[in-house]
């Protein structure tokens, strides 16, 4: 009796499962919940309507100065760019966040005579979680020519994930990263509960599919987690002698 009861019911899902991809195609249509509009830019470069611009070419009002938060951004923003200013240190967002996608474009200047690590070295911080260097670094360099550790080169998750492709552009062209960011989640007892992931292109080419980090990115050691939230977004000022980089464009959605 339960063989026949079984092969009924087993008989019963096939017909319905039939049912569902040859009768009514309205059984597998969903009409809610309708996704937000959102409006594009003119260009893929531009803002779109939900965006909160970063930086639009105007003032370091949307920055503050990682050594002191309450102090303001201290590098020059002059004709639409901002330039990094070493002495300074690092500047980082007022404010913070968890899931994002960032636009950010960087510039290279020409007579760069160094080489390696001390090529135009700064450093676009996912997450800053701290003072200094704390935090998930996508690493900005000019690797055009220019051969160093390959978990250091241009859009490497430094020391952690090697690049799909070098898309260098020559030292005097604007540079383009496009950035989508799940921020790590933990339990309440500070352990990890889901780790960050970095999909990011440059210009265009994609150099991080996804890529699983094993915590905040060091220089030194092994990468660990800590317990944080929502955080600020970091701008490398970078002790290399080479001639300091430039930023513009930046604008990001949050997720």
């Given at each position: 009796?339960k063989k026949?009861l079984?092969s009924?019911?087993a008989?019963?899902?096939?017909m319905?499962?039939?049912a ?7 059984l597998t249509?969903?009409?809610e919940?309708?996704p ?5 830019g ?5 803002a779109?309507?939900?965006?909160i611009?970063l ?12 050594n002191?938060p309450?102090?303001p951004a ?7 760019v ?12 007022k ?6 996608q960032?636009?950010?474009?960087w510039y290279?200047?020409v007579?760069i005579?160094?080489?390696g690590?001390a090529r ?9 979680t701290?003072?200094?260097d704390?935090g998930y670094?996508i ?5 055009y020519?220019?051969a160093t550790y ?5 859009a490497?998750?430094?020391k ?6 070098n898309a260098?552009?020559k030292?005097g062209?604007?540079q383009?990263?496009d950035?989508?960011?799940?921020a790590?989640r933990?339990?309440?007892d500070g352990s ?6 970095v999909?990011?292109?440059h210009n265009g080419?994609?150099?991080q599919?996804n890529?699983e980090l094993?915590?905040?990115?060091v220089?030194?050691?092994q990468p660990?987690?800590?317990k ?5 977004i970091?701008?490398?000022a ?5 001639k300091?980089i430039s930023?513009?464009n930046?604008w990001?959605r949050?997720?």
């Open positions: 009796m026949i079984f009924a019911l008989a019963f899902v096939a319905s499962a039939y569902q991809q040859k009768g009514d195609p309205k249509e969903f009409y919940p309708v937000p509009v959102v409006t594009p003119d260009a893929p470069s531009d779109p309507s939900d965006a611009v930086y639009n070419g105007s003032d370091l009002s949307e920055w503050v100065s990682t002191d309450s102090k201290g590098w020059a923003s002059l004709g639409g901002i330039t990094v200013d070493k002495s300074q240190g690092n500047i980082q967002t404010r913070s966040f968890m899931d994002y960032l636009h950010l474009e290279q200047p007579g005579t160094e080489t690590q135009g070295n700064s450093g676009l911080f996912l997450a800053s701290g003072p200094g704390d670094e690493q900005i360099l000019d690797c020519n220019n390959v978990n250091g080169q241009t490497s998750i430094y952690q994930g090697v690049p799909l492709a260098c552009k030292p062209e604007w383009v990263y950035v989508v960011w799940t790590p933990f339990n309440s990890l509960k889901s780790p960050a992931r999909t990011a292109f080419v994609l150099v599919n890529f094993k915590g905040g990115t220089y030194i050691g660990s987690y800590k944080h939230g929502a955080s600020p970091k701008l490398q970078h002790g290399d002698p080479s300091p930023f513009r930046i990001i949050e997720l």
